[in-house]
Each structure stands twice: as structure tokens, then as C-alpha cells.
């Protein structure tokens, strides 16, 4: 076996490069891409955010938000609507087949929770949960710019 030093970050990336795979998995299995997934999945918590809101979700252009967006609308996942309060400004809202979509890839993931958690006692859990938000705390506290 190969030996080599394991540090905790290194883990965290192995796990998280991991559970990115899966999420695109999933979201293939259902039949869109892992932009759409994303966006699916931010609109289901923030029903009526804008295209500023969701690309700094998730971490990507307001172009390419814009595109996504475009897509998603000529495809029916999503629609715009003119801000009351500010015609100038749209908000963005999940249609039906929206709606229906981000509730399987709830289920899907859903279900993927339950398997990683199965594994360890809701106590390890629950302290990994809590180790983790201190190791975010500290990248955001103490390394970001």
C-alpha cells in the first residue's frame, strides 16, 4: 500500500471531489446537467432570488448564470418575473417541471445522506458536523482575503 501523509484538508478534497461526482451523477441519472442541478437546488431554498444571488451560490459568472438561465427557461424549468418594487431588476422562479425535478434530486440525495450516515453513530456525526464548522470558520476567519 502506498504510504503518504493524510492530512485532514487532504481528506475534506477527497470527500468533497467525491460527493461533487455524485451530484453530477445524480443529476445525469435524472436527465439535466449539474448547472441546472445547481440552480434547481438554490431556487428550491430562495424561490425569487436573481441571477446576482445565484452566481455567487454558486461561485460562477452572472454570464454564465445568464446562459444557464436561458436554457432553463426554453426548456421549462424556470421562469422570470419583473420586480414590483423595481422593474428594472427580475426574479427567478421554478415552474412546475422545476419543482418536480428538484424534488428527485432531493430524494436522490436524500437517500445518499442516509447511506454516508449509516456508517457512523449520530454521535460521530454529530461531532463531525461540529469539527467541520470550526475547520470552515477558521478558512473564512482566519485565511480568506
Known amino acids: 500500500m502506498e504510504t503518504r501523509k493524510r492530512s485532514v484538508m487532504?481528506?475534506?478534497?477527497?470527500?468533497?471531489?467525491?460527493?461533487?461526482?455524485?451530484?453530477?451523477?445524480?443529476?445525469?441519472?435524472?436527465?439535466?446537467?449539474?448547472?441546472?442541478?445547481?440552480?434547481?437546488?438554490?431556487?428550491?431554498?430562495?424561490?425569487?432570488?436573481?441571477?446576482?444571488?445565484?452566481a455567487e451560490f454558486a461561485n460562477i459568472t452572472t454570464a454564465a448564470v445568464n446562459q444557464t438561465i436561458k436554457e432553463m427557461i426554453a426548456n421549462g424549468y424556470v421562469r422570470k418575473e419583473?420586480?414590483?418594487?423595481?422593474?428594472?431588476?427580475?426574479?427567478?422562479f421554478l415552474?412546475?417541471?422545476?419543482?418536480?425535478?428538484?424534488?428527485?434530486?432531493?430524494?436522490k440525495l436524500s437517500h445518499?445522506?442516509?447511506v454516508i450516515t449509516a456508517a457512523i453513530t449520530p454521535e460521530k456525526e454529530a461531532e463531525m458536523i461540529e469539527l467541520l464548522n470550526k475547520i470552515y470558520d477558521c478558512i473564512r476567519r482566519d485565511l480568506s482575503s
Open 95 to 107: 415552474t412546475e417541471k422545476g419543482e418536480e425535478t428538484g424534488l428527485k434530486v432531493r430524494e
Open 10 to 54: 487532504m481528506a475534506i478534497g477527497r470527500t468533497r471531489r467525491a460527493w461533487v461526482d455524485h451530484t453530477r451523477a445524480v443529476a445525469l441519472e435524472i436527465g439535466i446537467s449539474d448547472s441546472y442541478r445547481t440552480v434547481i437546488s438554490f431556487l428550491s431554498r430562495h424561490p425569487g432570488a436573481n441571477q446576482k444571488e445565484i
Open 82 to 92: 419583473t420586480d414590483e418594487n423595481d422593474r428594472r431588476h427580475t426574479k427567478i
Open 112 to 114: 445518499s445522506d442516509e
